[in-house]
Nanobody, 123 residues
């Protein structure tokens, strides 16, 4: 089992930056690919970014490419998405996920999920 706890959400203005954190506990953190997803009100959950299980390969949704950067610190069992140039359309609940896969955008391939942290971007 892996427990994931997100933090760092809040209310910001368009153009601001925010860094979320996802702290993992339980089984070996480095053995999992880490992903971030988001769900806006009335919409389906969508992929945001992912960091590979091995190495440093990352993957981003087109909507956040160039604005968001995902990183992980295996010594701290934590993964971070740095979110810059935030837009109102980035408003959503953000979820961290851990998967026993190399790297994937598919939510169904993630085995563990956090409870989410809310990000609201005002215009």
């Amino acid at each position: 089992q892996v427990q994931l706890v997100e933090s760092g959400g809040g209310l910001v203005q368009a153009g601001d930056s925010l860094r979320l954190s996802c702290a993992a506990s339980g089984r070996t953190f480095s053995g999992y690919a880490m992903g971030w997803f988001r769900q806006a009100p009335g919409k389906e959950r969508e992929f945001v970014a992912a960091f590979s299980r091995i190495g440093s390969t990352t993957n981003y949704a087109d909507s956040v490419m160039g604005r968001f950067t995902i990183s992980r610190d295996n010594a701290k069992n934590t993964v971070y998405p740095q979110m810059n140039s935030l837009r109102p359309e980035d408003t959503a609940d953000y979820y961290c996920a851990a998967g026993m896969t190399y790297l994937t955008r598919e939510s169904k391939k993630y085995n563990y999920w956090g409870q989410g942290t809310q990000v609201t971007v005002s215009s």
